[in-house]
């Protein structure tokens, strides 16, 4: 994942993300309910359990769907989504579950800062196309590094001689 989308999920994780619940915790505000479905907000609900994150986790062809009803926290749906495949129709095989409640989160965002509404469709789209962007961007483990040729071995004829050794493109 992107340093950007781990700390996104270690806050989930962490219970710190600003859902309404929490900012009511910290004496910030007293608009708690959520913006898709004006339910209570916490972590589970804004990523899980609201009917709009909902709707965004059932468009998803998995090889079993991931049982977010019997879940008391997302540290255990974080642990369960590492036994989910995805099914190979979505051209994507790392694990859609950060990826999903990034998405959901920016949804949950712009209608709350901008007053703009992506579908469902849209959000699943955009994370989908988020985690193919970052599969692709990553080099297959055995290509990461690059073949290096044996060092060349250089006989000083004379102590005096310094050694400098650079790395080289070849043009």
């Known amino acids: 994942m992107s340093p950007k989308l781990k700390f996104f999920i270690w806050k989930a994780a962490?219970?710190?993300?600003?859902?309404?619940?929490?900012?009511?915790?910290?004496g910030v505000s007293q608009a708690t309910n959520c913006v898709h479905c004006n339910g209570h907000e916490t972590t589970l609900h804004a990523l899980f359990l609201c009917i709009f994150a909902q709707?965004?986790?059932?468009?998803?062809p998995w090889n079993e769907q991931?049982?977010?009803?019997?879940?008391?926290s997302f540290q255990n749906l974080l642990v369960e989504s590492q036994t989910k495949r995805n099914l190979p129709s979505l051209g994507v095989s790392i694990n859609l579950l950060p990826w999903l409640c990034w998405s959901i989160w920016y949804s949950r965002n712009q209608l709350l800062f901008q007053n703009k509404s992506p579908s469902p469709r849209d959000t699943f789209n955009?994370?989908?196309?988020?985690?193919?962007?970052?599969?692709?961007a990553q080099f297959p483990?055995?290509?990461?590094?690059?073949?290096?040729?044996?060092?060349?071995?250089?006989?000083?004829?004379?102590?005096?001689?310094?050694?400098?050794?650079?790395?080289?493109?070849e043009i």
């Open 55 to 60: 709707r965004v986790w059932s468009l998803g």
């Open 126 to 136: 955009r994370a989908i196309c988020l985690a193919k962007e970052w599969e692709n």
């Open 14 to 26: 962490k219970e710190s993300l600003p859902t309404g619940a929490n900012l009511q915790h910290r």
């Open 66 to 72: 991931l049982d977010c009803s019997n879940s008391l």
């Open 141 to 169: 483990p055995n290509s990461r590094t690059p073949n290096r040729l044996p060092p060349v071995q250089i006989t000083s004829q004379s102590n005096n001689a310094i050694r400098c050794n650079t790395d080289a493109v």
